[in-house]
């Protein structure tokens, strides 16, 4: 990302501007240094630099696979060979190697696409997809995935992509070639055209349009004059090139046609990849390029993309954990996880460690990130195990199940056979059928109960407790106590009765709090608990209660009532009559 109103060189012939949302570049239009050939000046062009200039060296440089390489240039080529350009001959001699002293553990290796051997790990080399890879060499397996050889092991290094929220406008996708997702815009239409998402196109030759989210936005470069109020010296005229937007001035006199192009006296311009054309008073000259040694800053990078090998600018970085690292830079974070330097993100990989084979240990080495594996001596009653001693078996003879280390007969209390291992219940299970879900129990550990497959500290509504088991309460009962006590029914008309509901109380019942409550136990029907309509048989009425006999004071009058004597009768009227006149009662 450009700042506004920031420039910046694409490349040495090349200088780009970010003016709102798009970027505006411009090619260097390089004059013809009118060398000398009657001196012997020749052109070359300098480190970094667009167009060619003239120097006095005598010496020429050497055209190898179709580069310019400069004199007195050094390189490394195929076969192991170190060659130098030595004014326009380029001699070649085998590449003399620096035996290194090798540390302990280690050992001279020849490495593949290396000349000269070194030192090397003396642990085994890794076969991964067929090739052979040298202990501690890193390689690229997936867009995804880093892998090391470790002591003859591969250790797989998994990317980690970080959450990614998209702003209005954008969808988290997957581009080709990435690993982890990023944040696109919408693609743009334009005159019938489909532009991709931060794709820049030109309508004109001075318009300059960008696609961001969605939306099309263009630019054109501000021109100090227009063609017609741009005053050029005296022999010199206005015009604008093709392709170009604004306008320059040029020499009136002295133009050259090449191949249906107007090119203007002193101008120069390539006509293969090393060598160059310039106009002069009306007639093309042509010359070959000459280059000179270059030597990168550790912040820029070596490109050959035109004649000239030049430096550009690294401009992409990546600030992590308070350290600027540059573009294609890769460092460890611990033994366990690798990260990278891409684009201006950091790509970071996390170890995967395989699982030590059967009969062996892990063993934590510190410094480094998968266990090692050791042999171990099994327990007697083991096939395989990954420590010495009982209980630590991986795998059991024929007709022996593995649970918890041990070999077994049959699978024990909390456990429950899957092929020849025992596997553990759910932790809410006493015991199980099939399978660790909590709803898989066949009982219960200590305080909870059994509801069709599953532990529970209380049964559900609908359900009740008994001996550990949850029941269903009776058919139409919402809610119940037990199997006797419907509390709530499913039916919001009917009233709670008993193990059922019912459309009205039944006799031997009343309404109470939305429910049918019983009568007393010798009532057959009655109004509230107390106090009865009518008496089971064998009983007698007696002041609303039902009575074996008639209590003292009262006498039997039928075959089913009971009621008071006559003194009790009077008795009871004094009593009334003291409460109302109790002076003129007890004067009397």
């Known amino acids: 990302m450009r700042a506004e109103n920031s420039t910046w060189r694409r ?45 006095d060296s005598k010496a020429s440089s050497c055209s190898v696979d179709d580069q310019v390489i400069a004199h007195n240039t050094i390189w490394e080529s195929e076969n192991c060979t170190k060659c130098e350009c030595n004014d326009g001959t380029v001699s070649c001699s085998h590449v003399e190697c620096d035996i290194p002293q090798c540390g302990y553990g280690e ?21 991964y997809g067929g090739v052979k890879r040298d202990d501690g060499e890193i390689w690229s397996p997936s867009p995804c995935e880093k892998a090391i050889c470790v002591q003859g092991e591969v250790n ?11 702003s209005v406008g954008h969808v988290l996708q997957l581009l080709p070639g990435e690993c982890c997702p990023s944040c696109v815009s919408g693609p743009c239409v334009h005159r019938g055209v489909e532009y991709s998402p931060g794709e820049q196109f030109t309508l004109d030759s001075c318009q300059q349009c960008v696609c961001t989210a969605g939306e099309i936005s263009c630019q054109q470069p501000a021109c100090s004059h227009d063609e017609f109020d741009v005053e050029c010296p005296q022999g010199q005229r206005s015009v604008v090139r093709d392709g170009e937007c604004c306008p ?3 020499p009136t006199k002295g133009n050259c046609n090449y191949h249906d192009t107007i090119y203007y006296h002193g101008d120069l311009w390539n006509i293969s990849r090393c060598e160059v054309a310039y106009c002069s008073h009306g007639n093309v000259r042509s010359s070959v390029v000459q280059c000179t040694p270059v030597v990168c800053k550790w912040n820029e990078k070596l490109v050959h993309d035109s004649c000239c090998p030049e430096c550009v600018a690294i401009t992409a970085w990546c600030d992590h954990n308070d350290m600027v690292y540059r573009d294609g830079d890769e460092w460890n974070e ?16 996390n170890a995967e460690c395989t699982a030590c084979p059967a009969n062996t240990t892990q063993v934590i080495v510190q410094g480094e990130c998968c266990a090692t594996c050791l042999p171990v001596t099994c327990h007697s009653d083991c096939v ?7 209980g630590k078996c991986t795998s059991c003879p024929v007709n022996r199940m593995l649970e918890d280390g041990r070999c077994v007969r049959r699978c024990g ?40 497959g599953e532990c529970k500290k209380e049964c559900s509504k609908g359900f009740y407790e008994k001996n550990g088991h949850c029941e269903e309460c009776p058919s139409g009962c919402k809610d119940c106590y037990n199997s006797a006590w419907c509390i709530e029914c499913s039916d919001k008309t009917q009233l709670p009765e008993r193990d059922g509901c019912v459309a009205s109380c039944s006799d031997g019942y009343f309404y109470e709090n939305n429910r049918c409550t019983a009568c007393g136990p010798t009532c057959e029907t009655c109004l509230e608990k107390n106090s009865c309509l009518t008496c089971m048989v064998g009983h007698l009425m007696e002041n609303r209660k039902c009575v074996k006999t008639c209590s003292e004071g009262f006498y039997q009058i039928s075959i089913s009532r009971c009621a008071a004597s006559v003194n009790a009768v009077q008795h009871a009227h004094h009593q009334a009559l003291q409460a109302v006149f109790p002076a003129k009662m007890d004067s009397s």
């Open 413 to 452: 209390k909390g456990h429950f056979q899957n092929g020849d291992v025992c596997e553990s219940c759910h932790s809410s299970c006493d015991s199980c059928d099939v399978g660790n879900s909590p709803s898989s129990c066949t009982s219960c550990a200590r305080g909870l109960s059994l509801q069709q």
């Open 334 to 349: 611990g033994p366990c996880r690798h990260c990278e330097c891409v684009h201006g993100l950091v790509q970071c990989y």
């Open 107 to 127: 050992q001279l290796r020849d490495i593949t696409g290396k000349c000269c051997p070194e030192c090397r790990s003396t642990e085994e080399s890794c076969f």
């Open 248 to 250: 320059e001035c040029v």
């Open 11 to 55: 490349d040495a012939c090349t200088e780009c501007s970010c003016t709102g949302v798009v970027t505006i570049c411009s090619t260097t239009q390089c004059k013809d240094p009118q060398c000398d050939s009657d001196k012997g000046q020749d052109l070359v062009v300098y480190p970094n630099s667009c167009c060619p200039e003239c120097t």
């Open 384 to 390: 395989s195990c990954n420590e010495p001693g009982y």
């Open 156 to 166: 797989l290094l998994i990317a980690e992509c970080e959450n990614t929220v998209c």
